[in-house]
């Protein structure tokens, strides 16, 4: 007589959860190894990276899983895969699941989450998200920026965030972190716009965080140069409470800063057109990479750097050398002896000096390019400018070199500058006198909104 089969015990929920999860590991332990993977193992791989994501949100909405996984499609045709035809993830990387449209984002590196024990699996944070943004990896290099920004040859960028960052926490760090927040306590924080402008410093915040704190992560639903409004949520970072709140003053400076600079230079820009719009030197102490970034990231272009970069001959040049003429003459005989390629931009600020030029450059060989009309837009009483002696001057220049409007710039200028056919509209506003772009970075954000709309700043 044949005894009667035992039946097969039916998984727990619990149970099947991290056997589920069991399977995803051995395929990513397979992909990071580099080794051939079938599309069957693939296909095995994203149906169950689906399914945890189902039961995971099951479990998020208190409802009970189904106790009994269904079975996985059946295996196609056999197709070898190497591990560099598929997206893996690297340590703090995300890893995609295309077929069903998934991400996977770790807070702790795929390595130690893959290999801890059940016991120690209840404690790791794994956040499961539908792939609706896009997330960056701050610590990839800032070639990556999508503005990036413009180039010194001294310019230390990193050099000045950990300035920042010093003068912010001094010797003894956070103090007030320190005694309020547990260490390992991790925290999302989101990034609330509290006016409308254009959003600029985005690549430079995933600067700061990776310096404060590499292990952070942010995720953006905007990027630099794109336009934000008021109670907007346009980004998060989620990792250590200490570290983000360490950050936050010196990120929130540097963005609030550039994306003021940004949706002015967008405005003047726009309103400019035809003619490009300009920044001068006249931007903060320390920032001035930072400073003509933004602009950059706002739809203008970048004057010279510095000093070093072109040689611009102004009044007082003008003064000691005794003439607009003898300046030129000067500065073609250094450029030709120390065989120096460089623009040169002259500045006048007559008719006279106008014509002084042209004499000059018909007469000579000259690096010449461009010349600066200075002061050349007369305010009126009422407001509103007079632009004929500026088109007169571009008129008596005719093509041979470029022009440049300076003087009396605002945004309620430029737009008739820009009509007199000058080739550039070079405002220090832009830096010099720059307001704020309103931004927060609130763990709260709900409570955030609350207070903002009471007191009309969200």
Not at 89 to 108: A, C, N, P, R, T
Request: overall charge neutral.
């Amino acid at each position: 007589m044949s005894l009667p089969k035992p039946k097969k015990k039916q998984a727990s929920p619990e149970a099947n959860f991290w056997n589920i999860f069991d399977e995803i590991s051995c395929q990513l332990h397979m992909y990071e190894g580099g080794k051939k993977l079938s599309s069957w193992q693939l296909v095995q791989t994203h149906f169950h990276a689906s399914l945890f994501f189902n039961i995971t949100l099951s479990r998020l909405h208190e409802k009970t899983p189904s106790p009994a996984c269904p079975p996985p499609p059946p295996p196609p045709a056999t197709t070898s895969i190497s591990a560099g035809d598929y997206s893996t993830g690297k340590e703090g990387d995300i890893i995609s699941s295309v077929m069903f449209g998934i991400q996977l984002s770790q807070l702790v590196s795929p390595a130690s989450l893959l290999t801890a024990s059940s016991s120690s699996r209840s404690r790791s944070r794994l956040v499961v998200k539908m792939a609706a943004t896009t997330t960056i990896n701050h610590g990839k290099s800032i070639q990556s920026a999508m503005v990036k920004p413009p180039v010194h040859p001294t310019y230390d960028l990193q050099g000045v965030i950990k300035l920042a960052l010093s003068e912010d926490a001094g010797d003894k760090g956070d103090v007030t972190c320190l005694a309020t927040i547990p260490t390992e306590m991790e925290v999302e924080a989101y990034f609330l716009a509290k006016d409308d402008g254009i959003i600029a410093g985005i690549s430079l915040a995933e600067m700061i965080f990776n310096e404060v704190d590499p292990t952070l992560k942010v995720e953006w639903y905007k990027k630099d140069g794109d336009s934000v409004f008021k109670g907007l949520k346009f980004g998060k970072v989620y990792g250590r409470a200490y570290s983000i709140v360490l950050a936050e003053r010196v990120v929130l400076n540097f963005m609030q800063r550039m994306s003021g600079i940004a949706t002015l230079t967008k405005a003047m820009a726009e309103a400019a057109n035809p003619a490009s719009i300009l920044e001068t030197r006249k931007t903060a102490p320390a920032l001035r990479l930072v400073d003509k970034w933004a602009v950059l990231i706002g739809g203008g272009k970048n004057h010279r750097m510095g000093l070093f970069d072109m040689v611009m001959i102004k009044d007082n040049h003008i003064s000691i050398s005794g003439s607009v003429s003898n300046a030129l003459k000067s500065v073609d005989l250094y450029l030709t002896n120390n065989n120096l390629q460089m623009g040169v931009e002259v500045e006048t600020r007559t008719f006279e000096e106008i014509h002084e030029v042209l004499r000059y450059a018909d007469e000579n060989k000259t690096f010449l390019s461009r010349i600066m009309l200075d002061n050349m837009v007369v305010p009126q009483g009422d407001g509103d400018v007079d632009v004929s002696m500026l088109k007169e001057a571009v008129g008596i220049i005719n093509g041979r070199f470029e022009t440049e409007a300076s003087g009396n710039v605002t945004l309620e200028t430029v737009h008739k500058i820009g009509q007199t056919g000058v080739t550039y509209i070079s405002s220090g506003a832009l830096t010099h006198s720059v307001k704020a772009l309103d931004i927060s970075l609130k763990i709260d954000t709900e409570l955030a909104l609350e207070v903002g709309r009471r007191t009309k700043r969200a």
